[in-house]
């Protein structure tokens, strides 16, 4: 699994087996781990694109240009 929001299924599954009920509990329970879950993400792909190594600005090998016109 790559980085990316928790499924809400997977908190629904969750909020069942811990036996919460609620409505009104499940939607402030729900609210806050997606919260959380897209804070995480947000910093996770931010030191991924951290230690990333700079893409090079230099041009294709000679022969492997690709023509402006088509």
């Given amino acids: ?3 990316g929001p928790i499924p809400i299924r997977a908190i629904w599954d969750w909020e ?8 009104l509990l499940r939607d402030h329970v729900e609210s806050i781990l997606m919260m959380v879950d897209a804070l995480v993400c947000t910093r996770l792909r931010a030191e991924l694109e ?4 700079p893409k090079e600005n230099r ?12």
């Fill in 59 to 70: 041009p294709p090998p000679v022969g492997k240009r690709r023509s402006i016109h088509g």
């Fill in 16 to 23: 069942l087996r811990e036996g919460i009920f609620d409505a």
């Fill in 1 to 3: 699994m790559g980085i």
């Fill in 50 to 53: 951290a230690k990333r190594p």
